[in-house]
């Protein structure tokens, strides 16, 4: 790769850098998020079944994964910054077509486009991200990851609030619209242009060996996040420690686990190093898993994610950490690769995990999330490298 231009060697000491990757991911949260309280109005709308709905939904995930393939090479030869800035503000211009949408096939345009602009602005932000950690020397990135979840939050509360005050679909999107454009006008101008390199290929994929388990790696992270979103209340249902009324408080205590750990993890791993963080948090999580399957009561099974959640909650931010200085490729780059299969893991991990149900059963599909993130720790080393002796 050849260096065109360095714009800025020091991030760090660009003011309000790490507020405006904060900023970043709080946006990217909070606009999937903010979609997610629509989607019962916009079935109600098309008189769709639950199979077209299915289809459309994956229009978002097809968007996403076609627009990080391509955004590694683009943040390699622009900047990242342009990629964050547009993306988000796309991001947030489609949200009131989402609300609007009244066929089946505008619906799933919108979708491919509001997926393709949530795609390129995850890729671009974690390498802003890297580039950002790497010049102030010591662990940012789990504490940006964590405001990802904040913005999660955010968004969908915030818009399930208006929703049940009698605001409708489209009224909910405008005040959205005009906070992440906001926003975004906050960032822009912080963000830090990192060296730009011609990138080497036309799409974003692991090439080496280093990569490929990177890639991995973050692909069981993504699948396990996936299965405890999609599946979580129907291992307590089936196993009857909790009615269905009761049946997200698995997801919750798991998603509110990995949010405070994330926002603890960059202490924790500039105290203990990344090695140590993937082995001690893949244990824990896998330990999690034992004591959700084991148990008996809904107490048990609730601490079994706590544990899965603090465990799984910094092995990601490492492995962002790890790609941006793998040899032989651009931040950017790598970064793109890491993202594109750990969001496929995300999404076909979920459909995997019901097919090994459908063939076994629910809790076996779960031991083999748990034999998946075994895996983690024993390859820490190879990830970090060997400790010196």
């Not at 662990?139 to 913005?151: I, N, W, Y």
């Not at 830090?192 to 388990?213: C, I, K, N, Q, T």
């Not at 790609?323 to 459909?351: E, I």
Request: net charge positive.
């Amino acid at each position: 790769m050849t260096t065109l231009s360095t714009i800025a060697q020091t991030s760090a000491d660009r003011p309000g850098a790490r507020l405006a990757t904060r900023i970043a991911f709080l946006v990217a949260g909070f606009g999937l998020a903010a979609w997610a309280p629509l989607i019962p109005f916009a079935k109600a709308r098309l008189g769709a079944d639950d199979g077209l709905m299915g289809v459309l939904l994956l229009c978002l995930g097809a968007g996403s994964v076609a627009a990080m393939l391509r955004t590694g090479p683009l943040c390699a030869r622009y900047g990242c910054k342009p990629v964050v800035v547009g993306s988000g503000l796309v991001l947030a211009l489609l949200l009131p077509p989402l609300a609007v949408a009244s066929s089946p096939w505008t619906l799933g345009a919108v979708l491919l486009g509001f997926g393709g602009a949530l795609g390129s602005l995850d890729v671009a932000m974690n390498v802003h991200a890297v580039e950002v950690e790497r010049d102030a020397r010591m662990p940012l990135m789990s504490g940006f990851h964590a405001m990802f979840s904040v913005g999660g939050f955010l968004g969908a509360g915030f818009v399930t609030a208006l929703l049940s005050s009698g605001v409708g679909p489209l009224a909910c999107t405008l005040p959205c619209l005009a906070l992440m454009v906001v926003a975004m006008r906050v960032a822009a101008p912080r963000l830090v242009e990192a060296g730009r390199v011609a990138a080497g290929h036309s799409l974003a994929w692991p090439r080496s060996g280093a990569m490929l388990l990177l890639a991995a790696l973050a692909a069981v992270c993504f699948l396990v996040e996936g299965a405890m979103l999609d599946w979580s209340a129907l291992l307590l249902t089936t196993r009857s420690l909790a009615v269905p009324a009761q049946g997200g408080l698995g997801y919750a205590f798991f998603a509110v686990a990995m949010t405070v750990g994330r926002f603890g993890g960059d202490a924790i791993t500039a105290r203990i190093g990344d090695r140590t963080t993937m082995q001690a948090g893949g244990v824990l999580a896998v330990l999690g898993f034992a004591v959700l399957l084991f148990g008996d009561r809904l107490e048990f099974a609730l601490a079994g994610f706590v544990l899965i959640g603090l465990g799984a909650s910094n092995i990601v931010p490492v492995l962002f950490r790890r790609c941006g200085s793998v040899p032989g490729t651009s931040a950017a780059m790598a970064v793109a690769a890491l993202t594109t299969v750990g969001y496929a893991g995300q999404l076909m991990g979920p459909a995997a995990v019901g097919f090994i149900a459908h063939l076994t059963s629910l809790p076996v599909a779960f031991w083999l999330l748990a034999a998946l993130m075994a895996v983690v720790p024993l390859c820490a080393n190879k990830v970090v490298g060997r400790p010196a002796r």
